[in-house]
Nanobody, 113 residues
Framework: QVQLVESGGGLVQAGGSLRLSCVASRSTFSMYTVGWYRQAPGKQRELVAA???????NYADSVKGRFTISRDNAKNTVYLQMNSLKPEDTAVYYC???????WGQGTQVTVSS
C-alpha cells in the first residue's frame, strides 16, 4: 500500500496559476506511472495528466498548453503546474498510482471568473 498526500490547491482568479504537489510514501515511486485526476461537482472523475516512469506524458485535451506535469523521484513527488486557469478547471484534484489503485485525499481548486 502507498499513501499519497496532495497540497497546493486554493482559490484563484481566472488567468491565474497554481502548483499542486503530491508526495508518495513509497520509496520505489520512481518505478510507476503517476496521474492527476479531477472531479467537478456533479461530474465524473476525469484524467488530467499522467507521467510514466520513463517520463512519457499524456494530457487531457482541455488542459494541453496550460498544465504541466512533472516528477521529482528523489522527493517521491509529482507536480501539476496549472497556468491560465479557467472557471471550468474548478474541481477537486487527486493524484493516483494506478498500479496500486491508491488515491490521495484530494485538494480543492476553485477558479473565480
Amino acid at each position: 500500500q502507498v499513501q499519497l498526500v496532495e497540497s497546493g490547491g486554493g482559490l484563484v482568479q481566472a488567468g491565474g496559476s497554481l502548483r499542486l504537489s503530491c508526495v508518495a510514501s513509497r520509496s520505489t515511486f520512481s518505478m510507476y506511472t503517476v496521474g492527476w485526476y479531477r472531479q467537478a461537482p456533479g461530474k465524473q472523475r476525469e484524467l488530467v495528466a499522467a507521467i510514466t516512469s520513463a517520463g512519457s506524458i499524456n494530457y487531457a485535451d482541455s488542459v494541453k498548453g496550460r498544465f504541466t506535469i512533472s516528477r521529482d523521484n528523489a522527493k517521491n513527488t509529482v507536480y501539476l503546474q496549472m497556468n491560465s486557469l479557467k472557471p471550468e478547471d474548478t474541481a477537486v484534484y487527486y493524484c493516483t498510482l494506478p498500479i496500486f489503485d491508491s488515491w490521495g485525499q484530494g485538494t480543492q481548486v476553485t477558479v473565480s471568473s
